[in-house]
Each structure stands twice: as C-alpha cells, then as structure tokens.
C-alpha cells in the first residue's frame, strides 16, 4: 500500500482539484484539509462549474480505491491523518518542501513518497532520546566509531524517501570519504536507528519505518516504548526482542562491549528536584 502506485496525473490531480474525499470519513478528510478546488476559490461561481468539481471528486475518488486499496491503510502507514503536512499536495513533496520547513522553523518531517509526514515526538520521548544519544555519542567518540545524530538528523534512504530517526549511529565506514557530510540531507543509512515511541506512532507506521530502515542497509533498530519501559531489538523489519527494565541494550557486531541498562535509561524519566 502506497501513494507511490497512483499514476502521476492522478497525484496531481488529487491536490488541484480535491477539496473534500466525498464519500470518506473524517479523518479521510483532514489529509486535504485546506486544499480548496481551485474554482471553488472564485467567488463567482456558475453551479456547473460545481457539478464538474463534485463529478470529478467523485471520479478520482474512485481511481484513488481503484489503485490503492482503502485509503486508511496509507494514513496508517503515514502515522494518521493529522501528521500528514498540506501543502504541498499528498504525492508532490520533494527534499526542498523538507528543507523549506525547517528554514521557517515549522518542525522536523519526513519524506516519504512524495508525502511529507510531520515527526511525532513528545517532551518525555525528547528527554528519553537525547538522554540515549548521549550514551551512544560517548561510547562512540571514545573509541572513534563514527558519528551520532539526533532527532532533526535527516537521512536519504533512498530517492524519495527521508526518514529523522530519533538516534542513529553511522559507522566511519558507511560515511563517503570518511568525513561528516555537508549536505542538509545525506544519503546514508544508519548502521543503528533508534525510535522512541509517541503517542501518535501507529504500528503500521513503525514497520514501514523498520522496512524502509533494513532495505537501505540498517542492521539495527532499537524501538524504545517508555510508557511500557521496555526497549524492542530488531535485526529485521519483523524480528525481534523485547527488553524489559532488568535488562540492557546491546551493541552486539555494531557497537562491540556497548551495553546501555534500561533501568538506567527509564531513570532519566524518574529525575526530581532536590
């Protein structure tokens, strides 16, 4: 299930032309809120014109379950409706509508097939993240791995696809020349992704994440769940091992002797003032 199966006519047809998905749910409908039908913006408008609109909204409508299935499948995918950005139209983002985000300061998002996913992340999954990332950076600095980005560290996967894991760690040996890379948005896979779970991730959307993780060459995945406090380990898209506080996370073949305790990890949420 993905946009990318809709026939390039049709995406952009959808963000012209759609206002409303006719016969869909509410939450069908948050995806293109804002896009108004270009003629519906004129405020003399013939009731032909209309007819037209409505017609053709209910055509590709059609076309849209013809070549995708149910569209509720993708939102899943995506995260839910509410965190898929508009503008510009599901289908038509590109890398510069990422960049331009964050130029203007709107908040991380990510790419994915021509669909721009804004980043779900919370105070405490923040706190939980950076806390996780200066363990690894520490690890990974004194014994000169490799690099460790955060939250806002955006990755080409592949053309099209840009994922911000919340922690990654890439090796010296999977960077180009052996340098931090100067482009915004490198191609690079991680060797080690970590995701620290929202509320708002949906579990079709970590698993496409996982999918788009592994087939870029991702060896690791740790997916973190604070509010169960436990930490899955994923060595592909589907299998895994869940850890729980007694126990610790382990670097294995990637990160040799790292070995990070939950406990000591979920205690980061435990702190007070003295």
Known sequence: MSIGVFPPALKVAWGAVVGTLAPA??????VLRGLKP???RCGRVRRRHV?????V?????????ASAGTLADLIDELGGARRILVPPAPGTATEQHVLDRLARKAGVCELVEGVLVEKAMGFRESLLALALAEFLR??????NLGLVTGEAGLLRLAPGLVRAPDVAFVSWTSIPGGRVPEAPIPELA????VEVL???NTPGEMLRKRRDYFAAGTRLVWQIDHRAR???VFTSPTDSIVLDASQALEGGDILPSFSLPLAQLFAELDQRAR
């Open 25 to 30: 749910s509410a939450e069908n409908r948050v």
């Open 38 to 40: 270009p003629l519906l």
């Open 51 to 55: 007819r037209l609109v409505q017609f």
């Open 57 to 65: 909204r209910h055509l590709l409508w059609d076309l849209l379950m």
């Open 138 to 143: 520490a690890f990974v600095r004194k014994h």
């Open 190 to 193: 991680p060797d080690l992704a």
């Open 198 to 200: 929202s509320e708002s």
């Open 230 to 232: 436990t930490g899955e």
